[in-house]
Structures are given as structure tokens and as C-alpha cells.
């Protein structure tokens, strides 16, 4: 496969969600479907309430802590969680007819104004599936054939340690949905937009009701799984009137710079980070509130006395034993209402290290840190603080800035598939998150605490990230027969082995700018890949480079995944032929490093699926089409 060729590909996929918490601000829903009352009564006996009841036994398999099953989340839209409904009991799905709610369109607002924005940074931004300065196109928030599709709820009462007096949290994850016709078919995606509606779990005695409310029967699946949760589970009438609304939570892609453009860190991606609280209990008007955790650098850099004041905050034993946990939630006069979240190359951009960019090492350097677990040392304290803001979190092993981005359906082709809908970072917490919720449920003792993101789902196999040296990193080791390569992050390699098969192979030296997107690599070298392998570079949007295999190859980490020629399959679309049509026109097939669900792909990858049944290929993420902001096939 020809270089130029290779510089214009990506596949076609799905995309979707995750944001970063809040904190409170609450008052009450209480909605419920007519539909519901006549199903109560043909229900089988063994979903009646006392049926679920755990005994001391109870195991975290049993547990139900995200619903993500694609016909499950269709049915509960119907039964009254589509966002309209949840949040303000209309039947507004399409951004056109949402905008003409009072409370969305306060929300609205805001966002066009971040994308408005980008402008002023980036004259040559616009709507465009041909240059290489793609904006958001901000039309989509008042559209006809834009909604707000259910793509996952997600049972996070583990996090009741940051709201005492409550049982945690229940979050409703909904990401921007296009339902168009182009040359004269239907065609249906998704684009890279999140909303995620945050309730309070109430605390009326213990929590332990509450966690056995999520035992799910284990045979149910698709709608009736949705018709247990409604009719006898933790969505029921009852239940959902009790229900608190904390906040709403934006993700969004607003900016992209083609690789072409950018080519040293294969382009440039910005994301806007947003959360939102009502203005009264009737929600008529949402504004921007603190990020959790994310704390305001430029308003501290300018505050001398502020940033003082939060370092000692930092300093008290109470805080730093937060911090080890993952517990730490910061008061609000240190924290931002916007935050930016930069992409590739993770917590190597200092644009993605906010505490990084406010202290140094010596401001810990007094500190006695060797008792600590996971912050033994200022460095690893200062990463610690980082992986815990709303930038960190993101550009933690994610989907594109994403956590969960939606489950493609089993019929979807492989080349316009994801291997799974949930980065391996969130599919490694849900094991924790089950564990947590088995444990409340039979009234044992819960462990509060939670792991580093950045590590989370990568073990210490292949591309895991691994200490170069300092203390605070001396437990993240590689497997046997890996060693830890430093690559371009100061502080963190990356565990590689004698194959090179998707491995990096173009890295240099990072170089920070004021602006993130002026962020550069120096002295970027290409390394050798093994004998028949290519090696894919920066400029055609694989950071720090891969080697890549030989579709014909009898390896079993060699899987054959289908391709799109971007530039072609555009221009295909743009003379109105059929996405089946272009798609058919402009695949073809490259080797790449097989993943699957124990085998993740490395930062800044996302695993894929193949035409091979259990088989994933690990390709840069903004190879996904609709990952992408030109996604929308109407786009000129």
C-alpha cells in the first residue's frame, strides 16, 4: 500500500459519550408512561420485587451497573427517557424542537458561543469536509434531522463518597444523532456530542434498598431488560420520582486540524467541556457551572494570593489522603466553568495537565510522600492531581475524548464498527463499580477508592504505560520479555517488545506552546519496523507512527482490517451516490495490530472490527468517520 494512499484513509464507525462530574445542585423529577401500567399486570413472578432480593452471596456479576444494549435503550425512550421527556416532560426529540425549550435553549446558547469562538483562534476554521480547518458546525443544535439519542445509563453509586447524604449518582448519557436521506436512501449516524443528565440518588435510610434494586434477572435482555427496569427495577415510577437533577454535562468536538495540516502530532483536536445546572426547580433556564476538579489556571496564574491559597489546601493530610484514594473533590473557588481537552498524545500535552501547568515538583518537595500509594512522589502527586480534572479524565485511554461512544449493532459492517462502545478504561471500571454495588447491596464494607485512569484496562502488556525511573512509578511495570521505551512524555514510557508489530515508529521530542494547537514535535526521526512491515507515519494521522503488518500474515497479532480512501469516499458522497455505493467504490484492506477485549490497543488507538468474528485491528481514532466532524454526509 502506497504512502500517499495511506495519508488519505480512515474507516467508518460510530461514535459517542462520557463527561466529567459536577457538583450539586438538585431538585425533583417525577414522570412515568401510561404504557407501563397495563404491562405491570402480565409480568412473570419472577420479576416481582421480592424475586430480586439478594442474599449474602450475591456476587458483582449479578450486579447491573450500565445499560447499554442498543434495543434496551430504544425501548426506554419510549417509556419516557428520551432527554425531552426526562428532563422537561415533552415530546421534543429533533435539536430544532429541543431548542424551542426554554431550558435547552440557555444550554444551546452557551455551546454556540464555544464554537463562535474557535474563530477568533482559528480564522481559518469553518464547516467543511474538505479543508483541513473543520469546525462545528453549530446548525446542528437546531435541526430537523438532529436528536439526542439514549446511547447509556449508567449506575455510578460508587460515587456517593463525593455527595454524603445521598447514594451516588444515575447518569442518562444521550449523543448527537443524525436521521437524513442522501441520494434519495436513508442514512442514520452520530457525531462527536455528548450530553450526559445527572441525577442524586436519595439517602431516605440506607443505601442498600437502593443497590438491590439493581439485581437484575439474569436471562433479560433488549426491552424486556428495559421493562423490568421501569416496571419492578431501579427506573420504576417510585423510584424515578425521588430522582435529583445535579447537572448536565457536555462533550464536544468543536475544532479538528487534518493530520496534513498539523503533521508532527497527526493533527490537532480540541474538545469543550461543559457543565450545567438549572437556574430553579422548573429548569427554564440552565447555566455554566464548575467542573469537578478542574481547576482554573489562567484566573489562579493571575491570583497569586488564590494560588496559594489552594496549594496549602493541597498540603493538609486530609487532601493528599484524598488524592491517594481518588476521592478528592476540590471547593468551588478554585475551579473552571469551561475547560478544553486536547488530543492525541494524552497526558504528554500539557494542555491535558492543568496542576502541571500550576506547580512544579518543588512545591511538593516538603511533603513526606513515601507512606502514599499512588502519589509516593511530587511527579507522580502532580499526575495523580491531574488524571483527576475533566482534561485528564478524558485523555485517559479514551474513544476520542470519549468514554462510552455507543454499541454498533451486530449487522453494521466491520469497516464502520467499534470492537466495543466503551473505551477499556471504563470496561475495566465497571468490574470495580459492579464489585462496589454487590457489596452495598448485601451490606458489606466498600472500598471507596478508585484507580489511576491512565492505567485502568491496560495491565502491563503491550503499550501499557510504564515509570521511567521516578518513585512514584515504581510499581507500573511491564510483562516479562516487554521493556519500558520512553518515547515522548517526560515522565511516563510506554511497554514495548522485540516486535515491532504496532508499535511507534515516528517520535521526536514534544515541544509545549502557549496554544495547544501550536504544541510540535522536534527532531522527529522514523524507526526501524521489523522485515515486512511498514511503517505508517504522523502526517497520515497515526501519532507516533505504527508498524503495520501484511493482511496475508499467518500472525496471530496481524488482523486485516477494511479501510476507506477519505478523500474519495467524500468526494463520492459530494456526486450523490449512495453511502453503500461510495463505501463499496473505496475500501480496501491494510494489516494492523489485532485487539480485542483483553488485548487493548495503545493510547490514542481504538480497536475496530475486522471481518473476522471475535477479532478487532487498533487504528488512530480519527480514522472513525463519525468520530470525525465532518461526519455528516450532507456536509459540503
Not at 445535579?246 to 493530520?259: A, G, I, P
Not at 464494607?445 to 484496562?457: I, V, Y
Not at 515516528?506 to 495547544?516: E, F, T
Request: net charge neutral; glycine share 8%.
Amino acid at each position: 500500500m502506497p504512502s500517499a494512499t495511506r495519508s488519505i484513509l480512515f474507516p467508518l464507525l460510530i461514535a459517542s459519550a462520557c463527561s466529567c462530574s459536577a457538583n450539586q445542585q438538585v431538585d425533583s423529577v417525577s414522570r412515568t408512561s401510561d404504557s407501563l401500567k397495563v404491562q405491570a399486570s402480565a409480568r412473570d413472578d419472577a420479576l416481582k420485587p421480592g424475586s430480586t432480593r439478594p442474599s449474602p452471596s450475591t456476587k458483582a456479576d449479578d450486579v447491573t451497573v450500565a445499560v447499554t444494549d442498543r434495543d434496551a435503550l430504544a425501548a426506554l425512550e419510549a417509556h419516557g427517557f428520551a432527554l425531552g421527556q426526562l428532563l422537561f416532560g415533552t415530546d421534543a426529540r429533533t435539536t430544532a424542537e429541543l431548542a424551542r425549550v426554554s431550558g435547552m435553549k440557555s444550554l444551546f446558547d452557551v455551546l454556540r458561543a464555544d464554537v463562535r469562538g474557535v474563530k477568533r483562534v482559528h480564522p481559518l476554521a469553518k464547516v467543511t469536509s474538505m479543508d483541513g480547518f473543520r469546525l462545528f458546525d453549530e446548525r446542528w443544535l437546531a435541526s430537523t434531522e438532529m436528536e439526542l439519542a439514549l446511547i447509556g445509563v449508567f449506575n455510578r453509586m460508587d460515587r456517593r463518597v463525593f455527595y454524603p447524604g445521598t447514594c451516588g449518582e444515575l447518569r442518562f448519557v444521550y449523543c448527537l444523532a443524525y436521521r437524513t436521506a442522501h441520494a434519495g436512501v436513508a442514512q442514520l449516524g452520530r457525531l462527536p456530542m455528548t450530553l450526559n443528565a445527572v441525577f442524586l440518588l436519595p439517602k431516605p435510610d440506607d443505601c442498600q434498598a437502593a443497590a438491590r434494586a439493581w439485581i437484575a434477572p439474569k436471562t433479560i435482555l433488549g426491552a424486556d431488560l428495559a421493562n423490568w427496569l421501569v416496571l419492578d427495577g431501579p427506573l420504576s415510577a417510585e423510584r424515578r420520582a425521588s430522582l435529583q437533577l445535579k447537572s448536565l454535562e457536555v462533550n464536544l468536538q468543536n475544532f479538528r486540524l487534518q493530520s496534513f495540516v498539523h503533521p508532527t502530532l497527526a493533527g490537532h483536536i480540541d474538545y469543550v467541556l461543559r457543565v450545567f445546572r438549572a437556574d430553579s426547580p422548573s429548569r427554564e433556564a440552565f447555566s455554566p457551572a464548575p467542573l469537578e476538579n478542574m481547576v482554573d489556571v489562567a484566573r489562579l496564574q493571575h491570583n497569586p494570593g488564590l494560588r496559594a491559597e489552594l496549594l496549602s489546601h493541597l498540603h493538609k493530610p486530609e487532601v493528599l489522603s484524598a488524592v491517594d484514594q481518588g476521592t478528592l473533590l476540590l471547593p468551588e473557588q478554585f475551579l473552571a466553568t469551561r475547560a478544553v481537552s486536547v488530543s492525541p498524545r494524552g497526558l504528554s500535552r500539557k494542555a491535558n495537565r492543568p496542576f502541571r501547568a500550576l506547580f512544579s515538583d518543588q512545591d511538593f518537595s516538603d511533603i513526606p510522600l513515601a507512606a502514599h500509594r499512588t502519589i509516593s512522589s511530587p511527579q507522580a502527586l502532580l499526575r495523580r492531581l491531574d488524571g483527576a480534572t475533566c482534561t485528564g479524565c478524558h485523555q485517559s485511554r479514551s474513544l476520542a475524548g470519549f468514554h462510552h461512544v455507543g454499541e454498533d449493532s451486530a449487522e453494521h459492517p466491520a469497516f464502520d464498527a467499534l470492537f466495543s462502545g466503551s473505551s477499556q478504561h471504563l470496561n475495566t471500571d465497571l468490574q470495580r463499580r459492579r464489585e462496589y454495588v454487590a457489596a452495598l447491596a448485601t451490606g458489606s464494607a466498600t472500598d471507596e477508592s478508585r484507580p489511576l485512569p491512565e492505567r485502568q484496562g491496560t495491565g502491563s502488556g503491550f503499550g501499557a504505560p510504564c515509570g521511567l525511573g521516578d518513585r512514584g512509578f515504581a510499581e507500573w511495570q511491564c510483562d516479562t520479555g516487554l521493556r519500558c521505551q520512553r518515547l515522548e512524555d517526560e515522565e511516563i514510557g510506554v511497554c514495548l517488545g522485540e516486535d515491532t508489530l504496532g508499535a511507534p515508529c515516528h517520535y521526536g521530542v514534544l515541544v509545549s506552546a502557549s496554544a495547544p494547537h501550536r504544541d510540535s514535535v522536534a527532531r522527529l526521526q522514523r524507526q526501524a519496523c521489523d522485515a515486512g512491515q511498514r511503517c505508517d507515519i504522523n502526517r497520515s494521522g497515526f501519532p507516533l507512527g505504527a508498524c503495520g503488518g501484511d493482511c496475508n500474515s499467518s500472525s496471530p497479532d496481524v488482523a486485516c482490517a477494511d479501510f476507506l480512501d477519505a478523500d474519495a469516499f467524500q468526494n463520492c458522497l459530494r456526486a450523490r451516490k449512495t453511502f453503500a455505493q461510495c463505501a463499496e467504490q473505496h475500501v480496501f484492506s491494510a494489516g494492523l495490530r489485532a485487539c480485542d477485549a483483553d488485548s487493548p490497543c495503545r493510547q490514542d488507538y481504538v480497536c475496530v472490527r475486522t471481518r473476522k468474528p471475535g477479532v478487532g485491528a487498533c487504528v488512530p481514532p480519527y480514522f472513525v468517520y463519525q468520530l470525525r466532524l465532518d461526519g455528516y454526509p450532507l456536509m459540503r
